[in-house]
T-cell receptor, first 118, second 115 residues
Framework: AQTVTQSQPEMSVQEAETVTLSCTYDTSESDYYLFWYKQPPSRQMILVIRQEAYKQQNATENRFSVNFQKAAKSFSLKISDSQLGDAAMYFCAYRSFNYGGSQGNLIFGKGTKLSVKP | DSGVTQTPKHLITATGQRVTLRCSPRSGDLSVYWYQQSLDQGLQFLIQYYNGEERAKGNILERFSAQQFPDLHSELNLSSLELGDSALYFC??????????????FGPGTRLLVL
């Protein structure tokens, strides 16, 4: 079974600085998708960025980018020019390419709580 | 606002009781997913329905059941509630059958407290 590990329970960053959140995963599959979701205090789960495993190019969405290392099974999230509104729980998630059963749906890490200092 | 709605927002009940959580997916979305977020277990996938049919099953207890109705809204029924069932229950929806590349859009969640 696939697992997702986020080794940093909490992180802190100064406003306007850059922070990197770590995520590693374990899988025997070659095709899959990886996601970062943000959960602000409102508890709403918001998709931040998505990466297809077959793509070598790292995904980027405005101030958010990933460093995807397939061989190392690593998928870190970099937030540039951090803003107060970035303060939230960040969850890394894995999704198998083969849906059905329990494998086709999102498998989440435990999350990293990001604080942004003014 | 994701377009996914969940009711109620909060629910307080007693052990042994039964509750029903409701979810309306985004307009046009055919798949509905249920997730449970608790302090000890984290975020776990429970079950997925696609166009009225069960498509995938995760770590859902036998005391829990779900269904998706012809208008595509879904209900999650939790029975014989235990203290450990206290959690935030999310519903998510996606346009199709749940292919891996589909984005799941999450609702605001229902916070359940079992006393």
């Amino acid at each position: 079974a696939q697992t997702v590990t986020q080794s940093q329970p909490e992180m802190s960053v100064q406003e306007a600085e850059t922070v990197t959140l770590s995520c590693t995963y374990d899988t025997s599959e070659s095709d899959y998708y990886l996601f970062w979701y943000k959960q602000p205090p409102s508890r709403q789960m918001i998709l931040v960025i998505r990466q297809e495993a077959y793509k070598q190019q790292n995904a980027t969405e405005n101030r958010f980018s990933v460093n995807f290392q397939k061989a190392a099974k690593s998928f870190s999230l970099k937030i540039s020019d951090s803003q107060l509104g970035d303060a939230a729980m960040y969850f890394c998630a894995y999704r198998s390419f083969n849906y059905g059963g329990s494998q086709g749906n999102l498998i989440f890490g435990k999350g990293t709580k990001l604080s942004v200092k003014p | 606002d994701s377009g996914v709605t969940q009711t109620p927002k909060h629910l307080i009940t007693a052990t042994g009781q039964r509750v029903t959580l409701r979810c309306s997916p985004r307009s046009g979305d055919l798949s509905v997913y249920w997730y449970q977020q608790s302090l000890d277990q984290g975020l776990q996938f429970l079950i997925q329905y696609y166009n009225g049919e069960e498509r995938a099953k995760g770590n859902i207890l036998e005391r829990f059941s779900a269904q998706q109705f012809p208008d595509l809204h879904s209900e999650l029924n939790l029975s014989s509630l235990e203290l450990g069932d206290s959690a935030l229950y999310f519903c998510a929806s996606s346009p199709g059958g749940g292919g891996a590349m589909e984005t799941q859009y999450f609702g605001p969640g229902t916070r359940l407290l079992v006393l």
